[in-house]
């Protein structure tokens, strides 16, 4: 070890207390890993390792390696220093959300430099990282083979589970974006609630930070916006410090709260924010969600043009969603209570009588 790491080891234990101290305890086994990546790591990056070895889960403490740490952190600042936006991005938003090398439990692989070499493009062409977000959420999944599908071997797979399966949750994309924005040095979280409001299912989706927080869904770009979700309507109705209702964002961070995850309801281990408030807004009593859905002979959903007309003139024409969206992304739209409609597709129509949100079923004839 040089003199000069030596020294510096010495000021880092000092400087930090006994927590570190704890925390190498911690690592049993794996002790030494984690004293080399303290030691080795350049003086440049040392504040953002010092980060990550006192934040991260403690099963990581005692199985990641030094090589592994000192790559992911250099590869995190070379990130932040060749984006535009990078000098914009606090320390605290930078550890919290661009260091770390996973959200929750997921299988840890080494991603991040296999994702810059990928989307640097994005990096290089990219003006803000919420301009960079959109081009990815636009264009990445096209690029590693990843679609949506139920039929995904497990709801909480690693990137390169996701990879290799071609298909996904909402959960395994939302953490392909997250890692894939923090490749190119975009501060990402992954966002979830356990339990629509309406007891409906839950979901994941993701937000970044630039001079505040955006959210998007993964797979789900709608355009180069930011902020525009086909959930909307759901989300708005969360239930904040509700453990089964609230929305709840990842964060290595220190919390009070822990992320509350659908695929493994018993783990409290991962830290949470509550973020209910980003969503919760009111669209009143006198408008209904009224959610669409076309359904084939095989009992699927099928992407097929729709149209809703009712009194005064009002007609609307729209295409549902077939089974590549997520299982309840449905064509939505917000009726006005105790009116009657007409949903038709082709010679099939449905008259409905808007009081309660409701799913309308269309079938297809053979």
């Known amino acids: ?98 260091l770390p090398f996973a959200s929750l439990n997921e299988r840890r692989d080494d991603w991040r430099g296999d994702f810059y070499k990928r989307f640097y493009d994005i990096l290089n062409s990219s003006k803000s990282a919420y301009e960079a977000t959109a081009k990815l959420n636009n264009i990445m999944f096209d690029r590693i083979g990843v679609k949506y599908s139920t039929k995904r071997p497990k709801a909480d797979q690693s990137p390169y589970e996701s990879i290799e399966a071609g298909l996904a949750s909402c959960t395994g994309l939302s953490f392909l974006l997250v890692d894939a924005c923090r490749s190119i040095g975009v501060p990402a979280r992954f966002v979830g609630t356990p339990m629509w409001y309406n007891d409906s299912g839950n979901h994941s989706w993701v937000e970044i930070w630039d001079n505040g927080w955006h959210f998007t869904g993964a797979i789900e770009p709608t355009g180069d916006e930011l902020n525009k979700v086909w959930f909307a309507d759901r989300a708005s109705k969360a239930v904040k410090g509700d453990i089964k209702y609230g929305i709840y964002a990842a964060t290595w961070a220190d919390s009070d709260l822990y992320f509350p995850m659908d695929w493994l309801k018993d783990v409290k281990t991962y830290n949470a924010i509550d973020v209910s408030d980003r969503y919760i807004k009111g669209y009143g009593d006198e408008l209904v969600p009224i959610r669409i859905r076309v359904i084939d002979s095989k009992g699927e959903r099928n992407a097929t043009s729709v149209m809703v007309t009712g009194e005064d ?23 006005p209570k105790g009116r009657d409609f007409i949903v038709q597709i082709n010679e099939v129509k449905k008259t409905i009588r808007v009081m309660n949100e409701e799913i309308v079923d269309l079938k297809l004839k053979d």
């Open 313 to 335: 003139n009002f007609s609307f024409e729209g295409k549902s969603k077939d089974e590549t969206c997520d299982a309840n992304d449905h064509l939505t739209l917000m009726l």
């Open 1 to 98: 070890m040089k003199l000069n790491n030596v020294i510096f080891l010495f000021l880092f234990y000092s400087l930090s207390g006994s927590t570190i101290k704890d925390r190498l305890e911690q690592a049993g086994k794996n002790k030494n890993e984690i004293q080399n990546a303290i030691a080795k790591v350049s003086k440049a990056q040392s504040l953002g390792m010092e980060w990550l070895i006192m934040h991260m889960p403690s099963k990581d403490l005692t199985t990641i390696d030094s090589k592994f740490l000192i790559e992911n952190c250099e590869l995190a600042y070379k990130a932040r220093k060749q984006s535009s936006w990078g000098k914009s991005i606090p320390d605290s938003i930078f550890f919290q959300y661009v």
